[in-house]
């Protein structure tokens, strides 16, 4: 007998269209599959129902269910008149069916029903296929108005049972009362954060008699993950928390203290997270374990069901570890803290003796209370001898303990029975200072006595410059004495490891050239400068191979005077005065240049406290369920700090606090949420992959406040904008002096050699990816390193490359920004045409008024603007702003743009898509050419009134210029003014339907345009 059945689970639909005029819909659910109809209950006037309705189709034929198609449809029902109308539908292949086991919800887009058609939404569907016999079909259609009566009857019994049941559950009901049968447990849809507040009563509420059938819901179990497949309406705002910090309870931006004393702490930005830390010291006089007289010990930390364990020693009877264990007190289900001494062997490890300690005894340390001191405890077998002693301390502290930093927690374990990570060092918390970043200025002067390989001619020499991965050339050059006075500049990271090499190489012909010569120069030995003063050249000889310059810089020898050398004149400076930017201008978290003698004195203290993070969709999955392994990175100046890693938890609780220094409010704290990758294996090739980032401008930061809000992390992928989670932070900036940060804002932006001797567009680009390089390379070789996508990440290394979703927004933009200019004009023009008679009369007055007294012109400006500013005052921003969907043109932007956006550079795209993309490029850039030939057009004509192109044209200008300049002597300029403000002004009846004579005359003026091929 065939038991093969397609189970539908409708869940819910949101962003429906409203039909009832009204501005909703009462709304119900059709399913169509194999001859087969079945339709759910009706919701009055809601545009997001919720059904949460389980239906099963018989598959009659198995062999063609790749054939056949589910059709879900929404309609609107009319209860004035009876008549349905379609809101959308769905269809779903029979590929796309698969088993319960690995069945989840997917909120699927409504289809139209034709072209002409309105739609929009998303409904949520679990599509499986079962063959559990205990399972049988659902019922056949009913008609539209028993549902409606049913729907009416639930909404008067909402308040006493807050679970609906769907008229499939009420037949099943019955039918389960008459036969007894085995149950098919089944668990309900985890509800919308939406859906649980409207919810009045509590569950105790419910009546103690209704069963639920073959749909009975379990408490003890938990209900399936949801997973959106496509991007539904979500909330993409900052939100303002008020949680319970160290320093006390944050409300709106104030911290209110309760009764509890306050400590000396500086951790006052995070709650305060209890901890047991167990500090392992050493241990003497351990006895020998094995038949040879050895011992190879560790010691194992247990408490409850988390362990940790030290390294071993091979033969060492007297160890030292020094290493600390930090255990969550959460988390600490034991009342016994057990040291346990073991002796590693190949099969089983031997017990050696354990040290035991009953928690409520452990003593409690505040900061700044010095470290406490370890004691030696004995060490007893199970049958009570002494086997040695350890060192041991034990305390309960938090965060702001020393110990915390470098400390084993309890937050690495996997799984509850207390197995550890194999690759622990790469979750451990840590703070980073990035290299002091300088500039290489090389100056190819000349070179003298170039030897070709062919004597008979002059070679055609270039320079070379290489330091480590940059390499530049000068122009090539065939003369007798070659001189090329070029300047390259590079990027270089303290300490200086690699040196500058000088290659002067020879164009033989085609693509083949040849060495002459090399110089190697250590760069630390590059005489280094802050301002704009002359450094002089130097001559250097050239060498014929590169291990002879190596050597001739290692020993420093001195070359025969005699002797008959090739050598180039170059000068090398590194510049201190410039500030060497390793992230978009944009957005830069330090302005300093390179030079300490420059640095000014801080203006403020930035603190920064990483709560807590909510991952909303898991990165991986690990013993069969979603799940994280998040860390943060905040960037800011030099330091950047990175957490500690959660495992496998998708709500870590950081905790954390870490502090900078403010040089200038014109700044920009940047972090980045990530998922640890290295957890097992750090050289599997994995990328950490990126949840979301936040930017939180300084001068945007109120002083004294602490602002503690929960920041959207969004991430844009091919299928749209996502949000994956949320980071709760706290920030407050204090200034050391209010007058210092006033000044600030009058002072350059950049170190004044920018403005001395100022960069190119184009090499600031340049040397920014360089930098940015560097800094990636020098803190991937820390421990745990910080890894080079991350880094790449939080300084926006992608930021310079094209996107249609940049230039769209970068428009709109631009559009805001003149949208001021635009109205005015728009305004103007109804003034002149007299659309309202009073108010064009009233500005004629003002305009008279402001000829005939213009000292009120800029009083009144001035006061305009003040009273507009003080009138936006009372709507400014409370939330520090952050990364907008709308502005960025993340809502609006298909997916093959995102696609195009998120592909590698060069990209890895078939020849069709590169192709097709080309092309649509070069439609954008057609316009784009056309309205910059047209601003060009207008511009040459402005050029040829003078230009005698049109003898014509220029002479009506001319006897224009001098009439009008006579006419300026002796007519008063106030009368003037007055007469052309009056003339743009004047009544519609007084214009003609045509343009007027000087805008006529600027248009036939000649442009350049026929003279381009």
Known sequence: MNNLKLGVEVASAHGLEPKDGQGSSTTYVELHFDDQRFRTTTKDKDLSPVWNESFYFNITDPSKLSNLN??????????????????????????????????????????????????????????????????????????????????????????????????????????????????????????????????????????????FGMFEMKSSQPPPKVVQAFGGPQEFAVKEISPTLGGGKVVGGRVIRGNKAATSSSYDLVEPMKYLFVRVVKARNLPSMDVTGSLDPYVEVKVGNFKGTTNHFEKNQNPEWNKVFAFAKDNVQSFILEVVVKDKDTIVDDFVGTVRFDLHEVPERFPPDSPLAPQWYRIVNKNGENKGELMLAVWYGSQADEAFQDAWHSDAVVSPDGSTISNYSQIRSKVYMSPRLWYVRVKVIEAQDLVSSDKSKVPEAYVKVQIGNQALKTKPLRVVHHQWNQELLFVAAEPFEEPLVLTVEERVGGNKDETIGHVVIPISTIEKRVEDRPIRGRWYPLEKSMSSAMENQEKKKEKDKDKFFSRIHVTLILEGGYHVLDESTYYSSDLRPTSKLLWKKPIGVLELGILNVDVLLPTKTRDGRGTADTYCVAKYGLKWVRTRTIVGNLNPKFHEQYTWEVYDTATVLTLGVFDNAQIHNSSNGNKDSKIGKVRIRISTLETGRVYTHSYPLLALQNSGLKKNGEVHLAIRFSCTSMANMMAMYFKPHLPKMHYTKPLSIIEQERLRLQATILVASRLGRTEPPLRKEVVQDMSDTDSHLWSMRRSKANFNRLKDVFSGLIRFGSWFGEIAKWKSSFVTVLVHIVYLMFVCFPELILPTIFLYMFLIGMWKWRFKPTNPPHMDAKLSCADITNPDELDEENDSFPTTKSSDIVRWRYDRLRSLAGKVQSVVGQIATQGERVHALVSWRDPRATSIFMVFCLVSAITLYVIPPRLLFILVGFYLMRHPKLRGKTPGAPINFFRRLPALTDSML
């Open 70 to 211: 589910l059709e879900t449809c929404i309609y609107h029902y009319n209860k004035t008149n009876g008549s349905k109308v379609l809101l959308g539908k769905v269809r779903l292949t029979g590929n796309s069916f698969v088993p319960y086991s690995d069945a989840v919800l997917l909120h699927y887009p409504l289809e139209k029903k034709n072209v002409f058609s309105r739609s929009k939404g998303e409904i949520g569907l679990k599509v499986f296929v079962t063959d559990d016999p205990s399972i049988r079909a659902s019922n056949p259609l009913p008609a539209v108005e028993s549902f409606v009566n049913i729907d009416q009857n639930e909404n008067l019994t909402q308040d006493r049972t807050p679970t609906p049941v769907s008229f499939t559950d009420s037949i099943l009901n019955r039918v389960s009362r008459k036969k007894i049968e085995p149950r098919h447990v089944f668990h309900t849809i985890a509800k919308s954060n939406n859906e649980q507040k409207q919810q009045s009563k509590p569950a105790t509420d419910a009546k103690p008699g209704v069963t």
